[in-house]
């Protein structure tokens, strides 16, 4: 019940009035049945602003760590994230890409929408970037259809680090679905969800008009910041040199 007083009272009109979403191609969301909307990640903003111009439910799988958080403002952001119906997803270990990926299925067997964000975390720098296969072990263990989706704007006004969002346009399309039923039976070949996923990622980036990074997000991460590192350390600040 709070899912949709949330969706239709309080936050869905504030922010279809602050961010003036264009929506384009809403019609390739169906109407009714299992689906995955994958999209790209670019801004915590983009759990919102999606559900809230979706005329169905849509259940994500959200990150353990919004579930944990310390603090007041850990339990509110907890309750806020139970309240909608989001699952938390426990990343750590090496089971945590198939407990995510039997979350998953239990949403798509109901006929419900699940989100994903194949890329497995935000963009750091607005590229987009590898994506992880859990995406379409689901849809070919499910037999369902991925609708593709791009957040367009969302990095530009509401960055990683930035606590609030600045008040800005932002651009929401969906693609048409990607039906990968010619794969049945195949969701155990690493091969064959490799490139389903990168078939996937390729729709997205045609959506997003994003640069396309062969990386996952964490490594392209972890490149750039040891590129700085060793960059600070080749050219130390005037007055800081080694005698």
């Given at each position: 019940?709070?899912?949709?007083?949330l969706k239709y009272v309080l936050l869905g009109p504030l922010l279809r009035l602050l961010f003036r979403p264009r929506i384009e191609g809403l019609e390739n969301v169906p109407d009714?049945?299992?689906?995955?909307?994958?999209?790209?990640?670019?801004?915590?903003?983009?759990?919102?602003?999606?559900?809230?111009?979706?005329?169905?439910?849509?259940?994500?799988?959200?990150?353990?760590?919004?579930?944990?958080?310390?603090?007041?403002?850990?339990?509110?952001?907890?309750?806020?994230?139970?309240?909608?119906?989001?699952?938390?997803?426990?990343?750590?270990?090496?089971?945590?890409?198939?407990?995510?990926?039997?979350?998953?299925?239990?949403?798509?067997?109901?006929?419900?929408?699940?989100?994903?964000?194949?890329?497995?975390?935000?963009?750091?720098?607005?590229?987009?970037?590898?994506?992880?296969?859990?995406?379409?072990?689901?849809?070919?263990?499910?037999?369902?259809?991925?609708?593709?989706?791009?957040?367009?704007?969302?990095?530009?006004?509401?960055?990683?680090?930035?606590?609030?969002?600045?008040?800005?346009?932002?651009?929401?399309?969906?693609?048409?679905?990607?039906?990968?039923?010619?794969?049945?039976?195949?969701?155990?070949?690493?091969?064959?969800?490799?490139?389903?996923?990168?078939?996937?990622?390729?729709?997205?980036?045609?959506?997003?008009?994003?640069?396309?990074?062969?990386?996952?997000?964490?490594?392209?991460?972890?490149?750039?910041?040891?590129?700085?590192?060793?960059?600070?350390?080749?050219?130390?600040?005037?007055?800081?040199?080694?005698?």
């Amino acid at each position: 019940m709070f899912y949709y007083v949330l969706k239709y009272v309080l936050l869905g009109p504030l922010l279809r009035l602050l961010f003036r979403p264009r929506i384009e191609g809403l019609e390739n969301v169906p109407d009714e049945g299992a689906a995955i909307i994958a999209g790209n990640h670019l801004s915590f903003s983009d759990h919102f602003l999606m559900p809230a111009i979706l005329g169905r439910r849509i259940t994500f799988l959200a990150k353990a760590e919004y579930f944990t958080g310390p603090g007041l403002k850990g339990r509110l952001t907890a309750a806020f994230f139970r309240s909608v119906g989001q699952i938390p997803v426990d990343r750590s270990g090496r089971g945590a890409g198939r407990a995510a990926v039997e979350e998953g299925l239990r949403v798509l067997r109901r006929g419900e929408l699940l989100g994903i964000y194949p890329e497995g975390t935000r963009s750091h720098d607005g590229r987009l970037y590898r994506g992880r296969v859990g995406v379409a072990s689901m849809a070919l263990r499910a037999g369902v259809p991925v609708v593709p989706c791009a957040m367009v704007g969302t990095f530009e006004i509401q960055p990683p680090g930035r606590v609030l969002p600045k008040i800005g346009r932002v651009t929401i399309r969906f693609g048409e679905p990607l039906d990968f039923s010619r794969f049945a039976n195949l969701h155990d070949e690493r091969t064959v969800l490799r490139a389903v996923t990168d078939e996937i990622m390729y729709a997205i980036m045609n959506l997003s008009g994003q640069e396309y990074v062969d990386l996952y997000a964490p490594d392209a991460k972890a490149a750039q910041a040891a590129a700085r590192r060793n960059d600070d350390g080749a050219n130390p600040a005037p007055g800081n040199a080694a005698p």
